[in-house]
């Protein structure tokens, strides 16, 4: 299996966490549980052939994807192929950091797979053009990064009230009061959400809901526990019954049956 990563330079790197490069993975199973994790992705199909996304109980196949398709950030886990015989070229937003890459509020593709050059023109099949003519992947990451930037470069501004409530939730997920976030933004608690839901695609209550799920992620994944009390304590939830609650909604799963799945990388869950 061919893995590789790249962080691009500034600016981009203000706005995009990774580059990521994928072929040759060959799982045993076929199908993945994907959770919400806060991350908007866009990715590049580096192959022939549409991937699906299936229904969540009967594994049936209900949208098809092809070339190049814009992730939003999920409220909700999908199913999705585990990766097996792809060749894929993927873009990893930081969290809070796609909006200057889009043509819409991203709230408006919250849940939503959508085919890439509505979201981003007709450039971004342009550059899935020219990744396929590149043959090594490092060619691949250095002109993905001058293409975007091309591409971007005028629209990159921070936001910094977006930044500044992004950070603090990823910072202190279990400490942190909306309404305290909204007084240190210097903003209305309407006016704040209504730029949090636009930059973000989420209000601020429901962003620091699947961050603190990401927490009890990592401290499942680090400590292979089950202390549950604890684990709810850690990640900011009020009580066990509540956290047990919330880590079902995001993931189908209690935290008992998660620690016992057959987890190869996290926040991708084996189905079949």
Known sequence: MIFETHIPTFPLNQFIESFIYYKDYNPIHTVDRFLPDGNVNVVIDLTDYPKFIYDNNTLKEIQSCKNVWFS?????????????????????????????????????????????????????????EALLSLVFVKQKFLFAENH????????????????????????MPNQISIERLSEKVGFSQKHFIKIFKENVGMTPKSFLKIIRFQKAIQEIEQNRTAN????????????????????RNFSGLTPTEFLKSNSEFTNYIAIE
């Open 148 to 171: 975007l930037l091309k591409m971007f470069a005028h629209k990159l501004v921070t936001n910094p009230f977006v930044d500044y409530a992004v950070n603090h939730i990823l910072q």
């Open 228 to 247: 549950w009390t604890s684990v709810a304590f850690e990640s900011g939830y009020y009580d066990q019954a509540h956290f047990i609650n919330e880590f």
């Open 72 to 128: 939003g950030i999920r409220n909700n886990y999908i199913t999705i192929p585990s990766g097996r015989d792809s060749e894929m070229f993927i873009i990893n937003f930081h969290k809070g950091k796609a909006y200057p890459f889009v043509e819409m509020p991203l709230n408006e593709l919250t849940d939503y797979v959508v085919d890439g050059e509505l979201v981003m023109t007709s450039e971004i099949l342009n550059m899935r």
